[in-house]
């Protein structure tokens, strides 16, 4: 069974949002980062579009 996440719908907090771009510029991948923000891929891939950040693609 996938993880699940608790946090349905709830809106980003301002810490949370700087470790995104903290993490982002790391250079990490999305499954890495969202499991460091327990938020859903999905989420954090909106997020990032949102304020404009390249989330690395792990090959």
């Known amino acids: 069974m ?3 996440f608790a ?3 709830q809106p980003w907090k ?3 949002v ?3 771009h903290t993490l982002a510029k790391k250079g ?6 969202a499991k460091a923000l327990t ?3 999905e989420s954090v ?6 304020d404009g950040l390249n989330i ?3 090959r």
């Open 2 to 4: 996938a993880e699940t």
């Open 28 to 33: 990490m991948g999305l499954k890495a980062i």
């Open 14 to 16: 301002q810490d949370e």
């Open 39 to 41: 938020r859903t891929e």
């Open 56 to 58: 690395a693609k792990l």
């Open 18 to 20: 700087q470790k995104l």
């Open 45 to 50: 891939k909106d997020k990032a579009k949102e």
């Open 7 to 9: 946090r349905h719908r």
